[in-house]
């Protein structure tokens, strides 16, 4: 099974920073890769698919690259409302669908 | 908008079963995957199982083969999880999604407490 590793675990960021997150993959899984954002007590929300695609009626200063094994996540300038976990998920042809460990977002 | 509405909360002893519903009104599911994503308190998303209603086919995470079965009621546009054999560590919130490659719509979550 293919293994998504996300870091960092946490990040203490602050107003109008630049948040980078990253999630590695086990293996090539081209840009099956998927990003969502949970706030505390709620459901999760999709962000961005297939590793760059963002959602319509996302902000733009969130966004996604990456293709391979290598996936990066980006939030410029961060916003109070951005305070989440955020969540990197890969999924496969088999269906198999893989979520990263997630990463606590703090201001 | 798509809603998906699930079941309340259930509190179960070890060794039980529990069935968690999850309905779609007025929904009519074609070529989507409905998901069953687990979260333990403090912990993050655990991908459980999918269902293609329309078909019937289903894929299970493997580490709760054996112990979990999706059901899908097309009469009714209703989704169930059961799992078997409770422990403490199935004690989460559960989610019902839909979504294919990307999970889209996710329900509000219901809460599976296992307790003796």
């Known amino acids: 099974d293919i293994q998504m590793t996300q870091s960092p675990s946490s990040l203490s960021a602050s107003v109008g920073d630049r948040v980078i997150i990253t999630c590695q993959a086990s293996q090539d899984i081209r840009d099956c890769v998927n990003w969502y954002q949970q706030k505390a007590g709620k459901a999760p929300i999709l962000l961005i698919s297939?590793?760059?695609e963002l959602e319509i009626g996302v902000p733009s200063r969130f966004s996604g690259t990456g293709s391979g094994t290598h996936f990066t996540f980006t939030i410029n300038g961060l916003q109070p409302e951005d305070i989440a976990t955020y969540y990197c998920?890969?999924?496969?042809?088999?269906?198999?669908?893989?979520f990263g460990q997630g990463t606590k977002l703090e201001i | 908008q798509v809603q998906l509405v699930q079941s309340g909360p259930e509190v179960k002893k070890p060794g039980a079963s529990v069935r968690v519903s999850c309905k779609a009104p007025g929904f009519t599911f074609n070529n989507d995957y409905i998901h069953w994503v687990r979260q333990a308190p403090g912990q993050g998303l655990d991908w459980m199982a999918f269902?293609?209603?329309?078909?019937?086919?289903?894929k299970y995470a493997a580490s709760l083969r054996g112990r979990v079965t999706i059901t899908s009621d097309t009469s009714t546009d209703t989704l169930y999880l059961e799992i078997s054999r409770l422990t403490s560590e199935d004690t989460a919130v559960y989610y019902c999604?839909?979504?294919?490659?990307?999970?889209?719509?996710w329900g509000q979550g219901t809460l599976v407490t296992v307790s003796s």
């Open positions: 999604a839909l979504g294919v490659t990307a999970i889209l719509i």
């Open positions: 998920q890969h999924y496969d042809h088999l269906p198999q669908y893989t």
């Open positions: 297939d590793a760059s």
């Open positions: 269902i293609d209603p329309t078909g019937g086919s289903a």
